[in-house]
T-cell receptor, first 112, second 111 residues
């Protein structure tokens, strides 16, 4: 059974601070995705990483896929209150069957 | 391009009843997946349909079923509802080119 361990589960920081969210597994994924979800809404895709060691940047967000494609991290620089939300990582297996394995999520609160 | 549309947004049902949820994918997307989201278990995969065929299924009891129509719209059905079925049910449509797009979900409350 493929599992994704996401940490930390909760994070409350002040505006301007940096943070990192981790997503780890003992399984290899063909790709890993990061989503952000607002209360009462569906997750919105932020980025997909496919290649081991890949780094992608989205403004103040930096995403990294581990060399062995078993882990990933999301780093936010100078967090802002608008970054508040639930961040989810999700891994896709080797077969293209539409099944994503989700981590438990990280609830981020950025206080002004 | 219109997004993924899920109806209804909210639903209250009584234990023992059945419910049908609907999902209209992004035009051109042939794959539709369903997920259950609860505070305790997070997002869990229910099943995925591609071109009217169930391609993958998660570890949920047989009370949970789904289908996909020729226009790619999908429905999921839960029979004999239990209190523990209360959750946000999300569907996602996907394509090789666009990746996954989730709908806003249907909030089901079983009383």
């Amino acid at each position: 059974t493929q599992l994704l361990e996401q940490s930390p589960q909760f994070l409350s920081i002040q505006e301007g601070e940096n943070l990192t969210v981790y997503c780890n597994s003992s399984s290899v994924f063909s790709s890993l995705q990061w989503y952000r979800q607002e209360p009462g809404e569906g997750p919105v895709l932020l980025v997909t990483v496919v290649t081991g060691g890949e780094v992608k940047k989205l403004k103040r967000l930096t995403f990294q896929f581990g060399d062995a494609r078993k882990d990933s991290s999301l780093h936010i620089t100078a967090a802002q209150p608008g970054d508040t939300g639930l961040y989810l990582c999700a891994g896709a297996g080797s077969s293209n069957t539409g099944k994503l394995i989700f981590g438990q999520g990280t609830t981020l609160q950025v206080k002004p | 391009k219109a997004g993924v549309t899920q109806t209804p947004r909210y639903l209250i049902k009584t234990r023992g009843q059945q419910v049908t949820l609907s999902c209209s994918p992004i035009s051109g997307h042939r794959s539709v997946s369903w997920y259950q989201q609860t505070p305790g278990q997070g997002l869990q995969f229910l099943f995925e349909y591609f071109s009217e065929t169930q391609r993958n299924k998660g570890n949920f009891p047989g009370r949970f079923s789904g289908r996909q129509f020729s226009n790619s719209r999908s429905e999921m059905n839960v029979s004999t509802l239990e209190l523990g079925d209360s959750a946000l049910y999300l569907c996602a449509s996907s394509s090789v080119f666009d990746g996954y797009t989730f709908g806003s979900g249907t909030r089901l409350t079983v009383v």
